[in-house]
């Protein structure tokens, strides 16, 4: 596997206004110095457009302002890796070029561990290509696991034989990843060194549950995707290929987002137009 | 250094109605397999659509050298391991059936290159490494041949770093500009007496096009001055345009052309 952990997150912008300088600021400045660094992968953002966020389901309150997801591959050694990533977080704030700190919030952020990589047939790449293959848009699903047990395996055996292949089906699937919360797994970083961690409410330490989370990287319009699985979803209803998972996982955030082309910054101006 | 060598391809689609199929295979398909590799900085991409090349200054003597894309990839170090690495992916793109473009796409130019300075427009705040992943409307390409290793030479070197390249930093939508030189001066046999390229990238986020003019306007102002260098004795321009930045998806530029 190309990365061992990721980092996600999702963003909300406190200051409607600072839309455009979020963008610019993070776009043309810091994920380019991010991507800088040898152990970053890669590094991508999406948009949650206001379209996006009237097409999102199952969405826990303090979910329902996110505006963009943000989401960081990582290389081994993870320890060199993160001292360098957070260093960069730091020496900006001390560069003066963190003005986003004054407008942003994130509701969720933390490390996850790549579970499993898709690829729809028509797709030519490898799952390890995918999240570096251009995407107009992706659909973020993200979970809290209720239990680690038989049934949370039966759950996953489901989304991995009968789910995810189905989803690959539908119009723009070009492919998908799992990743879970890096809890279940060994640390990212040696025991004996202090670890890195986030203060905020939002961190990893501050969540009760693991979670699972399933990307979908989409090719066509995100919400194209979205009618044609519920479409296709009537028949596997039928079919007895739908599966209830509520016993195993809590979904808390359900969402399409969409492809953030440079310059092209304006998804909420007509929004705050209107209101 | 993020990369301390880079390779330049200049890439002529024999087949026009191979563009939309050209860019699907390369930004689908190729890039995102080469740079899982831990040795790829970056893979660029322009095209010179045909509003860019109604503008570029072209050598007559360098028709072979006719393309529609420019690609510039870039290698960290070991740089001769990720630049082999690089080369053995071509190969086994094709051997996986994987390289359409061999049909109807002519390499006109490939050849390695060793990054000189990066320049950064002071009001673009990143580092000149950052400069090649920093997104961007396009870049401003020139390409040149310089036929001696000498004083002329160097000199047009030191009037490039100190005048030229400070004054297209001041045009509007200059980001910032990086220089390269062939990688055979840097090899152990070099032969000074042999021909090297040059080149120069300056990377824009405003419009391309109002950026070449105006880097041609200050080109006259500073001959009518006195003030223009004049290198003609040791370098032979090849090519002078603005190119265009890919957009994934939208590949059109050569469609109403047809």
Same mark, same amino acid.
């Given at each position: ?42 590094? %991508? ?26 989401? $960081? ?44 990589? $898709? ?8 799952? %390890? ?87 979908? $990287?989409? %090719? ?56 | ?258």
């Amino acid at each position: 596997m190309f990365a061992s952990k990721v980092y996600f997150s999702l963003t909300e912008i406190l200051d409607a206004a600072h839309h455009r300088t979020h963008n610019e600021w993070h776009q043309l400045d810091h994920r380019p110095e991010n991507l800088l660094l040898p152990g970053v992968a890669w590094g %991508d953002r999406w948009v949650r457009s206001p379209d996006c966020a009237q097409a999102s389901a199952g969405l826990a309150p303090e979910y329902a302002r996110t505006h963009y997801a943000i989401m $960081y591959w990582f290389r081994e050694p993870l320890r060199a890796t993160l001292d360098e990533f957070f260093k960069l977080s730091e020496f900006s704030f001390q560069w003066g070029r963190s003005p986003q700190i004054g407008w942003t919030k994130r509701p969720l952020r933390g490390f996850f561990s790549p579970v499993k990589g $898709y690829v729809a047939t028509r797709v030519r790449v490898s799952a %390890d290509a995918l999240p570096r293959r251009p995407v107009k848009g992706i659909h973020v699903t993200v979970s809290r696991l209720r239990r680690h047990d038989a049934l949370t395996q039966e759950a996953f055996r489901w989304y991995d034989e009968v789910r995810l292949p189905d989803l690959l089906h539908c119009r723009g699937a070009a492919g998908a990843w799992t990743f879970a919360s890096d809890d279940l797994f060994a640390p990212p970083w040696d025991d004996s060194m202090p670890a890195w961690s986030f203060a905020d409410s939002g961190s990893r330490s501050a969540e009760a549950f693991p979670l699972r989370m399933t990307i979908m $990287y989409l %090719d066509e319009d995100p919400l194209e995707y979205l009618a044609d699985v519920a479409e296709r979803d009537v028949a596997w209803k039928a079919g007895g290929r739908v599966h209830d998972t509520s016993p195993v996982e809590e979904v808390f955030f359900s969402s399409p987002f969409r492809m953030i082309v440079p310059w092209e910054w304006n998804w909420f101006d007509t929004a705050k137009a209107a209101s | 250094m993020l990369a301390p060598l880079v390779h330049l391809s200049l890439t002529k689609i024999g087949d026009p109605t191979k563009h939309r199929a050209y860019n699907a295979w390369r930004q689908l398909d190729y890039v995102p397999e080469l740079m899982l590799d831990p040795g790829m900085a970056w893979a660029d991409a322009w095209v010179q659509s045909p509003d860019c090349a109604a503008v570029a200054s072209v050598a007559t003597h360098t028709a072979s050298l006719a393309f529609d894309y420019a690609q510039l990839h870039g290698f960290r170090a070991p740089e001769e391991q990720s630049a082999r690495r690089f080369v053995d992916q071509r190969e086994r793109a094709f051997q996986m059936g994987r390289r359409p473009d061999v049909e109807w796409a002519r390499e006109s130019l490939a050849a390695f290159f060793v990054p000189l300075k990066g320049y950064v427009n002071p009001r673009v705040l990143i580092s000149a490494n950052a400069l090649p992943v920093r997104p961007m409307t396009g870049v401003h390409l020139t390409l040149s041949r310089f036929l001696a290793h000498d004083a002329a030479a160097e000199a047009a070197y030191r009037w490039q770093d100190r005048v030229c390249i400070p004054e297209l930093l001041e045009c509007t939508g200059a980001a910032g500009a990086w220089t390269f030189t062939s990688h055979e001066l840097f090899r152990p046999a070099r032969d000074l007496s042999a021909a090297t390229l040059r080149l120069r990238i300056v990377y824009l986020d405003g419009d391309p096009l109002a950026f070449s003019t105006e880097c041609k306007e200050r080109e006259s102002r500073r001959r009518a001055e006195g003030r223009h260098f004049d290198a003609s004795a040791v370098e032979q321009p090849i090519f002078a345009g603005p190119l265009r930045a890919i957009v994934p998806w939208r590949w059109t530029w050569f469609e109403s052309a047809r």
